[in-house]
Nanobody, 122 residues
Framework: QVRLVESGGGLVQAGGSLRLSCAAS????????MGWYRQAPGKQRELVAT???????NYADSVKGRFTISRDNAKNTVHLQMNSLKPEDTAVYYC????????????????WGQGTQVTVSS
């Protein structure tokens, strides 16, 4: 069984910062791309940022220059440093991991965390 556990959400004023963390645990042979997605009320879930095991990153245009994604491969964790937060960043943030549970390539699956609420007040 694989679990992704997020932490670090909360309430912050516009212009403030938050740091989200996500730890993957369980039967993990290879952890590929990890990322953060978010879903605001009434909207579809959208990509925020991703990072490969080699450290290559990808960001949504709306967060470029404000958010930074990083990971610790030894600890199977991914972080999202969010600076200069705006009210429109308010959403539930979900951690995502593309991983392989065993040497068998057919065990490659995407997993989601339970989500953490980020609320930015104006």
């Amino acid at each position: 069984q694989v679990r992704l556990v997020e932490s670090g959400g909360g309430l912050v004023q516009a212009g403030g910062s938050l740091r989200l963390s996500c730890a993957a645990s369980g039967s993990i042979f290879r952890l590929n791309v990890m990322g953060w997605y978010r879903q605001a009320p009434g909207k579809q879930r959208e990509l925020v940022a991703t990072i490969t095991s080699g450290g290559s990153t990808n960001y949504a245009d709306s967060v470029k220059g404000r958010f930074t994604i990083s990971r610790d491969n030894a600890k199977n964790t991914v972080h999202l440093q969010m600076n200069s937060l705006k009210p429109e960043d308010t959403a539930v943030y979900y951690c995502n991991a593309d991983l392989q549970r065993t040497r068998d390539i057919y065990t490659r699956t995407a997993y989601w965390g339970q989500g953490t609420q980020v609320t930015v007040s104006s």
